[in-house]
Protein backbone atom coordinates (compact mmCIF):
# COMPACT_ATOMS: atom_id res chain seq x y z
CA UNK A 1 0.00 0.00 0.00
CA UNK A 2 2.02 3.45 -1.00
CA UNK A 3 1.44 5.84 1.14
CA UNK A 4 2.04 8.73 -1.36
CA UNK A 5 0.62 8.58 -4.62
CA UNK A 6 2.61 10.82 -7.59
CA UNK A 7 2.07 11.54 -11.04
CA UNK A 8 2.61 11.59 -13.90
CA UNK A 9 5.34 8.41 -14.18
CA UNK A 10 6.80 10.60 -17.17
CA UNK A 11 6.95 13.74 -18.94
CA UNK A 12 9.21 15.57 -21.40
CA UNK A 13 9.49 19.02 -21.42
CA UNK A 14 11.44 21.60 -24.06
CA UNK A 15 13.88 23.62 -22.45
CA UNK A 16 13.17 26.54 -21.09
CA UNK A 17 9.63 24.83 -19.32
CA UNK A 18 8.17 24.33 -16.74
CA UNK A 19 7.84 21.27 -15.37
CA UNK A 20 5.38 19.79 -12.37
CA UNK A 21 5.09 16.67 -10.75
CA UNK A 22 2.05 16.14 -8.25
CA UNK A 23 2.30 13.98 -4.89
CA UNK A 24 -1.22 12.77 -2.77
CA UNK A 25 -1.18 11.41 0.66
CA UNK A 26 -3.50 9.96 3.04
CA UNK A 27 -1.59 9.92 6.23
CA UNK A 28 -2.36 13.43 8.07
CA UNK A 29 0.30 12.59 10.25
CA UNK A 30 3.03 13.39 7.89
CA UNK A 31 4.82 16.78 8.79
CA UNK A 32 7.85 16.80 6.58
CA UNK A 33 7.75 16.20 3.02
CA UNK A 34 10.95 16.04 0.52
CA UNK A 35 11.74 15.96 -3.00
CA UNK A 36 14.42 13.84 -3.90
CA UNK A 37 16.43 14.13 -7.51
CA UNK A 38 18.09 10.91 -8.91
CA UNK A 39 20.21 10.54 -11.84
CA UNK A 40 21.38 7.26 -13.66
CA UNK A 41 23.57 5.31 -11.03
CA UNK A 42 23.41 7.27 -8.42
CA UNK A 43 21.34 7.73 -5.03
CA UNK A 44 18.39 10.44 -4.34
CA UNK A 45 19.90 13.52 -3.80
CA UNK A 46 18.24 15.75 -1.15
CA UNK A 47 16.17 18.95 -3.59
CA UNK A 48 14.13 20.48 -1.55
CA UNK A 49 11.50 19.92 1.81
CA UNK A 50 9.02 21.17 3.09
CA UNK A 51 7.17 21.27 6.37
CA UNK A 52 2.68 21.85 6.44
CA UNK A 53 2.96 25.02 7.99
CA UNK A 54 3.99 26.39 5.04
CA UNK A 55 1.97 26.72 1.85
CA UNK A 56 4.91 27.31 -0.48
CA UNK A 57 8.93 26.82 -0.46
CA UNK A 58 11.37 28.24 -3.32
CA UNK A 59 14.92 27.60 -4.03
CA UNK A 60 16.45 28.27 -7.16
CA UNK A 61 14.51 27.39 -10.13
CA UNK A 62 12.62 24.42 -7.79
CA UNK A 63 9.29 25.47 -5.73
CA UNK A 64 7.57 23.54 -3.86
CA UNK A 65 3.51 24.44 -3.50
CA UNK A 66 1.65 22.42 -0.40
CA UNK A 67 -1.75 22.30 0.25
CA UNK A 68 -2.26 20.84 3.49
CA UNK A 69 -6.36 20.68 3.01
CA UNK A 70 -6.04 18.75 0.04
CA UNK A 71 -3.66 16.65 1.15
CA UNK A 72 -1.39 17.70 -2.14
CA UNK A 73 1.89 18.54 -2.68
CA UNK A 74 4.37 19.34 -5.95
CA UNK A 75 7.04 19.85 -7.26
CA UNK A 76 7.49 23.03 -10.01
CA UNK A 77 10.91 23.27 -12.24
CA UNK A 78 10.96 26.36 -13.40
CA UNK A 79 13.02 26.94 -16.83
CA UNK A 80 13.81 23.46 -17.28
CA UNK A 81 17.37 22.68 -18.48
CA UNK A 82 18.71 19.41 -20.19
CA UNK A 83 20.79 18.99 -16.65
CA UNK A 84 17.53 18.38 -15.00
CA UNK A 85 16.81 15.20 -17.06
CA UNK A 86 16.37 12.79 -14.34
CA UNK A 87 13.92 11.27 -11.81
CA UNK A 88 12.49 13.20 -9.42
CA UNK A 89 10.63 11.45 -5.80
CA UNK A 90 8.36 13.12 -3.84
CA UNK A 91 8.60 11.51 -0.09
CA UNK A 92 6.64 12.02 3.02
CA UNK A 93 7.68 11.34 7.03
CA UNK A 94 6.46 11.85 10.10
CA UNK A 95 8.89 12.70 13.14
CA UNK A 96 12.11 11.93 13.10
CA UNK A 97 11.39 8.46 11.07
CA UNK A 98 11.03 6.45 7.81
CA UNK A 99 10.74 8.47 4.05
CA UNK A 100 7.76 6.67 2.48
CA UNK A 101 8.75 7.81 -0.99
CA UNK A 102 6.11 7.98 -4.38
CA UNK A 103 6.91 6.10 -7.37
CA UNK A 104 9.04 8.85 -9.17
CA UNK A 105 8.53 10.40 -12.32
CA UNK A 106 11.11 10.22 -15.17
CA UNK A 107 11.94 14.52 -16.90
CA UNK A 108 13.20 14.61 -19.92
CA UNK A 109 14.10 17.92 -20.79
CA UNK A 110 14.03 18.52 -24.61
CA UNK A 111 17.39 21.00 -25.78
CA UNK B 1 32.29 14.68 4.79
CA UNK B 2 32.70 12.02 1.75
CA UNK B 3 29.31 11.28 2.32
CA UNK B 4 27.61 8.04 3.34
CA UNK B 5 29.58 4.96 1.51
CA UNK B 6 28.42 1.68 0.20
CA UNK B 7 30.86 -1.42 -0.83
CA UNK B 8 30.60 -2.86 -2.80
CA UNK B 9 28.84 -0.81 -5.54
CA UNK B 10 28.27 -3.74 -7.84
CA UNK B 11 28.19 -7.53 -6.96
CA UNK B 12 27.08 -10.87 -8.91
CA UNK B 13 26.22 -13.97 -7.11
CA UNK B 14 24.88 -17.07 -7.38
CA UNK B 15 22.00 -18.32 -6.34
CA UNK B 16 22.29 -19.82 -2.73
CA UNK B 17 25.25 -17.97 -1.85
CA UNK B 18 25.60 -15.45 0.80
CA UNK B 19 25.73 -11.45 0.04
CA UNK B 20 27.03 -9.03 2.56
CA UNK B 21 26.14 -5.27 2.12
CA UNK B 22 28.66 -2.39 4.08
CA UNK B 23 27.97 1.07 4.74
CA UNK B 24 29.68 3.71 6.20
CA UNK B 25 27.22 6.43 7.40
CA UNK B 26 27.92 10.26 7.86
CA UNK B 27 29.86 11.02 10.87
CA UNK B 28 27.19 12.53 13.54
CA UNK B 29 24.26 11.20 11.81
CA UNK B 30 21.94 9.19 14.16
CA UNK B 31 19.26 7.25 12.36
CA UNK B 32 20.61 4.84 9.40
CA UNK B 33 17.88 3.16 7.06
CA UNK B 34 18.43 0.86 4.24
CA UNK B 35 16.35 0.67 1.19
CA UNK B 36 15.82 -1.38 -2.08
CA UNK B 37 15.31 0.00 -5.35
CA UNK B 38 13.41 -2.13 -8.13
CA UNK B 39 11.63 -0.77 -11.22
CA UNK B 40 8.46 -2.80 -9.94
CA UNK B 41 8.43 -1.61 -6.54
CA UNK B 42 10.23 1.75 -6.48
CA UNK B 43 11.85 2.38 -3.43
CA UNK B 44 11.57 0.38 -0.11
CA UNK B 45 12.27 0.89 3.08
CA UNK B 46 14.00 -2.66 4.51
CA UNK B 47 14.96 -1.67 7.63
CA UNK B 48 15.92 1.66 9.99
CA UNK B 49 18.25 2.20 13.17
CA UNK B 50 18.49 4.91 15.44
CA UNK B 51 21.52 5.19 17.57
CA UNK B 52 22.84 1.99 16.36
CA UNK B 53 19.18 0.34 17.82
CA UNK B 54 17.17 -1.61 15.12
CA UNK B 55 13.69 0.35 15.69
CA UNK B 56 11.58 -0.98 12.66
CA UNK B 57 12.32 -4.04 9.95
CA UNK B 58 8.81 -4.46 8.83
CA UNK B 59 9.87 -3.93 5.56
CA UNK B 60 12.85 -6.97 5.87
CA UNK B 61 11.07 -9.09 3.21
CA UNK B 62 11.53 -12.97 4.90
CA UNK B 63 14.09 -14.36 6.96
CA UNK B 64 16.78 -14.31 4.39
CA UNK B 65 17.62 -10.86 5.51
CA UNK B 66 19.33 -9.71 8.57
CA UNK B 67 20.89 -6.24 9.34
CA UNK B 68 23.03 -5.06 11.92
CA UNK B 69 24.79 -2.12 13.19
CA UNK B 70 27.66 -2.76 15.45
CA UNK B 71 28.41 0.77 16.09
CA UNK B 72 28.01 4.27 14.91
CA UNK B 73 30.43 3.99 11.99
CA UNK B 74 29.32 0.76 10.53
CA UNK B 75 25.93 -1.08 8.91
CA UNK B 76 25.76 -4.51 7.06
CA UNK B 77 23.30 -5.85 4.99
CA UNK B 78 23.34 -10.00 4.60
CA UNK B 79 21.34 -11.68 2.87
CA UNK B 80 21.53 -15.92 3.37
CA UNK B 81 20.78 -17.36 1.00
CA UNK B 82 20.30 -15.08 -1.85
CA UNK B 83 17.92 -15.87 -4.22
CA UNK B 84 17.71 -14.40 -8.15
CA UNK B 85 14.51 -11.92 -7.32
CA UNK B 86 16.84 -10.25 -4.59
CA UNK B 87 18.43 -8.44 -7.33
CA UNK B 88 18.31 -4.42 -7.41
CA UNK B 89 19.72 -1.35 -6.17
CA UNK B 90 20.20 -1.59 -2.27
CA UNK B 91 20.86 1.53 -0.57
CA UNK B 92 22.30 3.24 2.52
CA UNK B 93 20.69 6.50 4.13
CA UNK B 94 22.13 8.41 7.26
CA UNK B 95 20.17 10.95 8.54
CA UNK B 96 20.08 14.23 10.66
CA UNK B 97 17.25 16.72 11.51
CA UNK B 98 14.93 14.66 9.22
CA UNK B 99 17.41 15.30 5.97
CA UNK B 100 18.71 11.78 4.84
CA UNK B 101 21.79 11.29 2.42
CA UNK B 102 21.80 8.45 0.30
CA UNK B 103 25.10 6.80 -0.68
CA UNK B 104 25.75 5.38 -4.48
CA UNK B 105 24.06 2.17 -3.59
CA UNK B 106 25.26 -1.33 -4.65
CA UNK B 107 23.87 -3.10 -7.36
CA UNK B 108 23.12 -6.80 -6.66
CA UNK B 109 22.88 -9.52 -9.61
CA UNK B 110 21.76 -12.99 -7.99
CA UNK B 111 22.17 -14.96 -10.81
Known amino acids: QQQVKQSPQSLIVQKGGISIINCAYENTAFDYFPWYQQFPGKGPALLIAIRPDVSEKKEGRFTISFNKSAKQFSLHIMDSQPGDSATYFC??????????FGAGTTVTVRA | DAGVIQSPRHEVTEMGQEVTLRCKPI?????LFWYRQTMMRGLELLIYFNNNVPIDDSGMPEDRFSAKMPNASFSTLKIQPSEPRDSAVYFC?????????FGQGTRLTVV
Open chain 2, 93 to 101: ASSADRKAF
Open chain 1, 91 to 100: AASRGDYKLS
Open chain 2, 27 to 31: SGHNS
